[in-house]
């Protein structure tokens, strides 16, 4: 019995794929690498000590995806296949379409027809928008996302809530706020391609020397600083939390919940300037930055109300800001090392 995790050599992937194989469960892996590298699955071996099966394809290639549900008996999926560049989204959206809802439908039409259960799915707090209210339960009306990435997360919400209601099966959609940080081995981390968009990946390449300064998008907001708030979890703690989801799911048969949805975040809110102070402290390394206007699309705030995954999971993201902030710059100097 086989979970499958597509998109597995990914960030977040890479990350539950440890916590899995931690956890005893037979890990089937399909990625195309598009975003991600092989050196990652040798890492999580190292790590783990143990292979799981590995498939580099595209997931939007059905027939290859009928072999490995052929080759394995898969009970689960957690998918995180997925492009996640919110610019580039702007850009192609055809393209973003294609490949986060095509690969989504594939592996359900497996589900569908070979009666599986247990999908997880990589959903975002980008689905609220800008709420009203702070912190953001999971009862907070979502928003017409700004993005075509932002808008593939809601319609991967509406489409697996009809396949799990019209076919009878457990599925959990879980937001995540702003994921950070890197393996406490400096084995697994977020893979900088090109110039990052996200701030931690930013900060790290500033502090590194690889970026000149950051720009700091906004000192206008109303916040304590000026500066926008999120609510930034540690990937480890993010990873667990996929753990308990899909322990959920399996061991709680009952068809009464068909659909759980969970915040995945630290309940938290830390502003841009308080997370560069932090990385500054917890690494004693200079983050040269510059304010500049806001970013267009960019909300003010958002953190995420906890209680029911907390209560529900038996999970809680406890790993300090600066502790993961730490991970981040030791993760840093492993690249680097592999550059030399
Ligand atoms: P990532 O890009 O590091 O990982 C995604 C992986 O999926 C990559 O390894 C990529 O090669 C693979 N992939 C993409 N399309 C594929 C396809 N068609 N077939 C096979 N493999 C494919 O991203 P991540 O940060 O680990 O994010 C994982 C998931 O979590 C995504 O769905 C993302 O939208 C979601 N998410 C991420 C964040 C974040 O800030 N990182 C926040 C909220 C939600
Ligand atoms: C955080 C804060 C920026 C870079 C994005 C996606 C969202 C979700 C999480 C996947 C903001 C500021 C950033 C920089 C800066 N991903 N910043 N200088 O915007 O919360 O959300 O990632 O689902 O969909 O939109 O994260 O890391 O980009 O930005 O000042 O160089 O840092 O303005 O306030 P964000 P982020």
Not at 174 to 197: C, T
Not at 282 to 287: I, L, Y
Not at 299 to 315: F, G, M, P, Q, R
Request: hydrophobic share 40%; glycine share 6%; with cysteine.
């Amino acid at each position: 019995m086989a979970i499958l995790v597509t998109g597995g050599l990914g960030y977040i992937g890479s990350h539950t794929v440890v916590e899995l194989l931690n956890n005893n469960f037979d890990v089937v892996i399909v990625d195309d690498l598009s975003n991600s590298e092989r050196f990652i699955l040798k890492n999580i071996e190292e790590i783990t000590g143990k292979k799981p099966a590995f498939y580099p394809f595209d997931l939007k290639r059905k027939e290859l995806l009928t072999q490995v549900f052929d080759a394995h008996e898969i009970t689960g999926c957690i998918n995180f296949a997925a492009s996640k560049a919110v610019g580039e989204s702007q850009l192609k959206p055809v393209d973003y379409y294609e490949n986060n809802l095509f690969s989504l439908i594939n592996i359900l039409q497996e589900f569908k027809e070979r009666q599986i259960s247990n999908f997880i799915f990589s959903s975002s707090c980008t689905v609220y928008g800008q709420a009203d209210q702070m912190p953001i339960d999971e009862n907070t009306p979502l928003k017409m996302p700004e993005s075509v990435y932002g808008k593939t997360k809601q319609m991967g919400e509406e489409i697996l809530t009809d396949f799990a209601k019209a076919y009878h099966r457990k599925i959990s959609l879980l937001r995540y706020f702003n994921p950070i940080g890197a393996h406490p081995s400096a084995k697994l981390g977020e893979l900088p391609i090109g110039i990052p968009n996200n701030l931690v990946p930013y900060v790290m390449q500033t502090a590194a020397g690889v970026r000149e300064k950051l720009s700091v998008w906004g000192d206008d907001y109303p916040t304590e600083d000026g500066t926008a708030v999120r609510d930034y979890i540690y990937v480890v703690d993010l990873a667990k939390a996929h753990v308990a989801a899909l322990q959920k799911l399996i061991n709680d048969p009952s068809e009464e919940t068909l659909v759980d949805i969970y915040n995945l975040g630290t309940g938290k809110g830390s502003s841009v300037l308080e997370v560069v102070k932090a990385f500054e402290i917890a690494n004693n390394v200079e983050v040269p930055y510059q304010i500049c206007k806001r970013r267009e699309g960019d909300i003010t705030i958002a953190y995420a109300h906890v209680d029911k995954a907390e209560k529900e999971l038996s999970w809680k993201a406890g790993t300090p800001l600066e502790e993961a902030l730490r991970t981040v710059w030791e993760w840093q100097k492993y690249l680097e090392s592999r550059n030399t």
